[in-house]
């Protein structure tokens, strides 16, 4: 079954740039109809989506980031990376990749990664 | 932001009944998107309870059911376990951001 590992540092510098990656182990990101989406949670607060990436390379962000977000995909890799510029400290949060296999619920989430942004 | 607004927190004793309900708007469970639902244990990801409204996954217990009207949505819990004290989120699509929406969140405790 298809399994997502987020990877990445765990500091970043305010007004630097955030990047992630998330590896696919027992599937392919080429695969059809499949979103491939970055997730967040700010310590002790909810769920906000940030995006997701179509396996053509085609994405769409939450309207809240898109100024300051890119997600992209690397089939020759078997991973989907997450770019957030211009980070401050409310972009502190733990970072879930997580895919649909096709519907629109979401049933594949990595463990995901706490990123804090402090000088 | 969160789209869908949800109950901050609920709460019941063992074997009893609780509800969570999730209320959107048109652009998203009024406009006929499923709306799903995900259970957090504490330090971990979500996982996936119940999708198109009312389908479980393999593995979730039928104590967990879901039901979908009009602009909202609700979460039942029947027969309370110590081992569902868990923050609980709804998920659905929204046409005005062209992606996920989800919940503002619910903490239930079991007393």
């Known amino acids: 079954q298809v399994q997502l590992q987020e990877s990445g540092p765990g500091l970043v510098k305010p007004s630097e740039t955030l990047s992630l990656t998330c590896t696919v182990s027992?599937?392919?990101?080429?695969?059809?109809?499949?979103?491939w989406s970055w997730i967040r949670q700010p310590p002790g607060r909810g769920l906000e989506w940030i995006g997701y990436?179509?396996?053509?390379?085609?994405?769409d962000y939450n309207p809240s980031f898109k100024s300051r977000v890119t997600i992209s995909v690397d089939s020759s890799k078997n991973q989907f990376s997450l770019k957030l510029n211009s980070v401050t400290a409310a972009d502190t949060a733990v970072y879930y990749c997580a895919t649909n296999l096709g519907g629109w619920e979401l049933p594949v989430w990595g463990h995901g990664t706490l990123v804090t942004v402090s000088s | 932001q969160s789209v869908l607004t949800q109950a901050p927190s609920v709460s019941g004793a063992p074997g009893q009944r609780v509800t969570i309900s999730c209320t959107g708007s048109s652009s998203n469970i009024g406009a006929a998107y499923d709306v799903h639902w995900y259970q957090q244990l504490p330090g971990t990801a979500p996982k996936l309870l119940i999708y198109g409204n009312s389908n479980r996954p393999s593995g979730v217990p039928d104590r967990f059911s879901g039901s979908k009207s009009g602009t909202s949505a609700s979460l039942a819990i029947t027969g309370l376990q110590a081992e569902d004290e868990a923050d609980y989120y709804c998920q659905s699509f929204d046409s005005s951001l062209s992606g996920y929406v989800f919940g503002t969140g619910t903490k239930v405790t079991v007393l």
């Open positions: 990436v179509y396996y053509s390379g085609s994405s």
């Open positions: 027992g599937g392919s990101v080429s695969s059809g109809s499949y979103y």
